[in-house]
């Protein structure tokens, strides 16, 4: 597990201790993870909203990070306060009928976007088929926020 820097921003601390907490929770209960898992899932689950609020690329999270995206989601008043405050409107999920593989190109870039929105990025929750797509820094597909 490693993260970019020790001055950076942090989902944690974006959502707030009653929010997070919640979040970390759902993903141990509905998704198995270890505590110290599903927080850093949590973690990254909010850098990745206010990241996709504003991002210039096509935000799309990878398979763990989608855990904590969706229990975000589930959190509709956290969720909608989070996409007003950031985004300015509420950004809706609309997968792809069908679903679909993740792009691994997208994901990666999500992953460099949220570095360079000053969050930290855990890379060992940024892999497509076993490719950490987040050490570099220079299930739906479509963009995240968009319809």
């Not at 942090?10 to 929010?19: I, P």
């Not at 995206?69 to 589930?74: S, Y």
Request: hydrophobic fraction near 40%; include cysteine.
């Amino acid at each position: 597990m490693t993260a970019t820097a020790n001055d950076q921003k942090t989902g944690r601390a974006v959502a707030g201790e009653e929010l997070f907490e919640s979040l970390a929770h759902f993903v141990v209960i509905h998704n198995g993870q270890s505590s110290e898992r599903a927080e850093r899932i949590a973690d990254q689950a909010v850098a990745f909203l206010v990241t996709a609020a504003t991002a210039t690329v096509p935000m799309v999270p990878s398979g763990d990070v989608d855990f904590g995206l969706h229990a975000l989601i589930l959190h509709t008043k956290g969720y909608a306060g989070l996409c007003e405050k950031y985004a300015g409107r509420f950004l809706d999920h609309s997968p792809m009928p069908g679903g679909g593989a993740r792009d691994p190109e997208k994901v990666a870039a999500s992953a460099h976007a949220m570095k360079a929105a000053g969050f930290a990025v855990f890379d060992d929750l940024w892999t497509v088929n076993g490719a950490n797509l987040a050490q570099c820094d220079s299930d739906c597909g479509r963009p995240y926020g968009r319809a």
